[in-house]
């Protein structure tokens, strides 16, 4: 349960827009949960990535968010 809602807010956590409550949540859960920190770290080389293509090449991506849905719908979490 707790690794599906830290998936589930993994997103707006590396996107910084979390309250509070959620971001001491998803720290304390990453910390203590090899497996959604990996899935956290693929994340921000996602992001990171697609950011730098996009400024590179002008060509117009995905939103990451829609991405991140995806991939994350078809993960299977522990």
């Known amino acids: 349960m707790d690794c599906a809602r830290s998936i589930e807010l993994l997103s707006d956590y590396n996107a910084g827009s979390l309250g509070e409550e ?3 949540f998803v720290t ?3 910390s203590s949960c ?4 990996g ?3 693929d994340l ?3 992001v990171q990535t ?3 293509m996009r400024s590179e090449n002008g060509i117009a ?5 829609i991405l991140w849905q995806r ?3 078809r993960r299977v979490v522990h």
């Open 22 to 24: 959620d971001v001491l």
């Open 28 to 30: 304390t859960h990453l």
């Open 34 to 37: 090899t497996d959604c920190n």
């Open 39 to 41: 899935v956290f770290e």
């Open 44 to 46: 921000k080389v996602i």
């Open 50 to 52: 697609a950011l730098a």
């Open 61 to 65: 991506y995905p939103d990451e968010e």
């Open 71 to 73: 991939v994350s719908a």
